[in-house]
């Protein structure tokens, strides 16, 4: 069974521009959650997604979107990027919830802002 | 505001070593923890844990939860260097709106 995949894998982008990444999750899984992690704040929890619905949001202001489409892939937005949105962002998809079932992680896309 | 603490920040011993990895938690309305090791890039899932007292064990790794004194132990025996690595704790908290808050990480190193 192929795993996670997101794309692109690296993204350079200016301040105030925006970005979309992209999330296949494993087939059959209905969850996909995404998550940032940068040196200063380690992994954080940005927002989960099941069957097309938002789950779980995490602290993140409103410049940080997602939504998942009918086939479980996921889509994550950045509006106005900040220098502090350098990152990686990974997301992770599960079987059921997030919450109860095991997550299986993708490589991540390392976006560079400028 | 929710609170995931690991301890130690890194830990360097010595292949066959055995090592102890604590995480210790405030969150409001606990649902269940987490451990995961990281290596260069995505977190691989370990143990998920949501029950106190109940030992969960992967080969040479274990896990227990204390919802009492509100920690977590993740034990590695006979480390190998192949076990080197982040490993993250985290914890699922909150309903309605759960929330995922993740500790910084213990950093193991383990010397040939």
């Known amino acids: 069974k192929a795993g996670v995949t997101q794309t692109p894998r690296y993204l350079i982008k200016t301040r105030g521009q925006q970005v979309t990444l992209s999330c296949s999750p494993i087939?059959?899984?209905?969850?996909v959650s995404w998550y940032q992690q940068t040196p200063g704040q380690g992994l954080q929890f940005l927002f989960e997604?099941?069957?097309?619905?938002?789950?779980n949001k995490g602290n993140f202001p409103g410049r940080f979107s997602g939504r998942q489409f009918s086939n479980s892939r996921s889509e994550m937005n950045v509006s106005t990027l900040e220098l502090g949105d350098s990152a990686l962002y990974l997301c992770?998809?599960?079987?059921?919830?997030?919450?109860?079932?095991?997550?299986?992680f993708g490589p991540g896309t390392r976006l560079t802002v400028l | 505001e929710d609170k995931v603490v690991q301890s130690p920040l890194s830990l360097v011993v010595h292949e066959g070593d055995t090592v102890t990895l604590n995480c210790s938690y405030e969150?409001?309305?606990?649902?269940?923890l987490l451990w995961y090791k990281q290596e260069k890039k995505a977190p691989t899932f370990l143990f998920m844990l949501?029950?106190?007292?109940i030992e969960k064990k992967s080969g040479r790794l274990s896990s227990i939860l204390d919802k009492k004194e509100l920690f977590s132990i993740l034990n590695i025996t006979a480390t190998q260097t192949g076990d080197s690595a982040v490993y993250l704790c985290?914890?699922?908290?909150?309903?309605?709106?759960?929330?995922?808050?993740f500790g910084t990480g213990t950093r193991l190193t383990i010397i040939p």
């Open positions: 949501t029950s106190s007292g």
């Open positions: 992770a998809s599960s079987l059921g919830a997030s919450t109860t079932d095991t997550q299986y």
């Open positions: 969150v409001t309305n606990f649902r269940s």
């Open positions: 997604y099941f069957s097309e619905t938002q789950r």
């Open positions: 985290a914890v699922w908290a909150n309903f309605g709106n759960e929330k995922l808050t």
């Open positions: 087939s059959g899984h209905r969850s």
